[in-house]
């Protein structure tokens, strides 16, 4: 059985940075597509990062890019999205999620098979 679980996430000011890690069990880093999602109230749901192990691809939002980062770390089965330089717009809920089937990226959030709960950022002074 596939578990996602996200943390990292908190109430910070402007120019701030967190890290938010998605723990995964039930599968292995380098078997899938793995996406950051996000979803600011009233919003869609948006892809912020996302990366291919199997194809050595990695995508990051335009939005974001330069400030975001998206790593992982084989030893701990655990993704990280690194956020510098944070902004009042960067509020929302963030998740992670596993697409399975696919290994390249897919931007649309129907692809993916298995999702993490959710966690919280907040950016205001």
């Known amino acids: 059985q596939v578990h996602l679980v996200e943390s990292g996430g908190g109430s910070v000011q402007p120019g701030a940075s967190l890290r938010l890690s998605c723990a995964i069990s039930?599968?292995?880093?380098?078997?899938?597509?793995m996406g950051w999602f996000r979803q600011a109230p009233g919003k869609e749901r948006e892809l912020v990062a996302a990366t291919s192990w199997r194809w050595g691809s990695t995508y990051v939002a335009d939005v974001v890019k330069g400030r975001f980062t998206i790593a992982g770390d084989n030893a701990k089965n655990t993704v990280y999205l690194q956020m510098n330089s944070l902004k009042p717009e960067d509020t929302a809920i963030y998740s992670c999620?596993?697409?399975?089937?696919?290994?390249?990226?897919?931007?649309?959030?129907?692809?993916?098979?298995?999702w993490g709960q959710g966690t919280q950022v907040t950016v205001s002074s």
């Open positions: 039930g599968r292995t880093l380098g078997t899938f597509a």
């Open positions: 999620a596993i697409d399975v089937h696919n290994p390249a990226i897919s931007y649309r959030d129907s692809s993916y098979d298995y």
